[in-house]
């Protein structure tokens, strides 16, 4: 992913309003971020728990979303995260839902996946981060086919939430 900055952050979101987007907590450490190991920028707001944001690439531009962490009802099973297939336990995958962006979202409209908590699936994929015991499996295919399906399985989960009809 190409290093974004913190006005390209705030332009990007497609589910909150310009004064929402505007308030929301940017992460500080830009500079620092991993850029070129990437796939998409997400972060979880320090201030505000049960808020997440998520900013990928998308053409020319950045698309962002805002995300609502369900609260987990104390889980000690394993979970697997839908965009990268990593298996936590316990709070390490987190139903999080994105209001739909248009109309269908102020109406109340919202579809969920269930993420990485901290979402930096990005950096288990490519054993940057370790998921512990039993967090990767092991697989045939390549590191660029697995962030090639981590992706798409973004791009999916984006689709539904931009999806207007």
Known sequence: MRPATERDIR????????GEAKRLAVPRDLAERPWDD????GWRDPAAPDRAYLVTESGDGFVGVAL?????AGR???SMCSLCLTTHSGDGVSL?????????????????????ADLACSL???GKKDAGPGGRLHESIT????????VG???GFLARVTKTA
Do not use: H, I, P, W
Request: hydrophobic share 40%.
């Open 11 to 18: 332009a990007s979101f497609v589910n909150c309003t310009k």
């Open 143 to 150: 590191l660029e086919e697995k962030v090639e399906r981590a």
């Open 68 to 72: 609502r962490r369900a609260a987990n």
């Open 124 to 126: 288990y994929l490519r």
């Open 38 to 41: 990437l796939d998409f920028l």
């Open 96 to 116: 999080m839902t994105a209001r739909k962006a248009g109309k269908s979202g102020q109406l109340g409209n919202s579809v969920g996946a269930y993420l990485c």
């Open 153 to 155: 399985n973004l791009m």
């Open 76 to 78: 000690a099973r394993r």
